[in-house]
């Protein structure tokens, strides 16, 4: 699996907006960008993925570099709930598992 | 959103007892689940994959008579950990994915968190 470099931790402000960064060089060109969060002591929560086009859903928006070897998940507006560790991952299509890295712990300050 | 229950939510046993987690995907078909587990402020390790009617393929390293995996049904799979030893003690957590319907996306369950004494 094609790994991914995040930053051990981040922090916000409430209601200010939040760019997470990835760091993914080796991609391979049919490698999906997985975003997963994951709040204490519960099981991991979907976030948004991507190919190679910029994705937008209610939760987030995913930017991926034009080369895809970079992405940023952006949250618009971070609320204390969003206070989380976010996990980058890539996965091949249609691939059966997901492999997590370490990720990003998000603080959000009221 | 789908929904995966995941029971118990907490066990506690004595060492070398045997505790069976279930997962259950409660509004899809999981033709995929995965059973990963996690040790304070580390990371998910993924220990297997589930596919129904199958075996299931276990990583590197995890013991598949330690933890044994049944993938029974479409919406059911259980994780039994044998002979629970204090080093077992961790946070499992389950996830399904049913991919013709919800493509990429993986859901997880809420965790059991395996306390043995």
């Known amino acids: 699996d094609a790994k991914t470099t995040q930053p051990n931790s981040m922090e916000s402000n409430e209601e200010e907006p939040v760019h997470l960064p990835c760091n993914h060089s080796t991609i391979s060109g049919t490698d999906y960008i997985h975003w997963y969060r994951q709040l204490p002591s519960q099981g991991p929560e979907y976030v948004i993925h991507g190919l190679t086009s910029n994705v937008n859903n209610r939760m987030a928006s995913l930017a991926i570099a034009e080369d895809r070897k970079s992405s940023t998940l952006i949250l618009h507006r971070a609320t204390l709930r969003d206070a989380a560790v976010y996990y980058c991952?890539?996965?091949?299509?249609?691939?059966?598992?997901?492999?997590f890295g370490k990720g990003t712990k998000l603080t959000v300050n009221p | 959103g789908a929904v995966v229950s995941q029971h118990p939510s907490w066990v506690i046993c004595k060492s070398g007892t045997s505790v069976k987690i279930e997962c259950r995907s409660l509004?899809?078909?999981?033709?995929?689940m995965f059973w990963y587990r996690q040790f304070p402020k580390q990371s998910l390790m993924l220990m297997a994959t589930?596919?129904?009617?199958?075996?299931?393929?276990?990583e590197q390293g995890v013991e598949k008579d330690k933890f044994l995996i049944n993938h029974a049904s479409l919406t059911l799979s259980t994780l039994t950990v044998t002979s629970a030893h204090p080093e077992d003690s961790s946070f499992y957590i389950c996830s399904a994915r049913d991919y013709r319907v919800s493509g990429e996306k993986l859901f997880f369950g809420s965790g059991t968190q395996l306390s043995v004494l």
């Open positions: 589930s596919n129904e009617g199958s075996k299931a393929t276990y």
């Open positions: 509004d899809f078909q999981a033709t995929t």
């Open positions: 991952i890539l996965s091949q299509g249609g691939s059966e598992k997901l492999v």
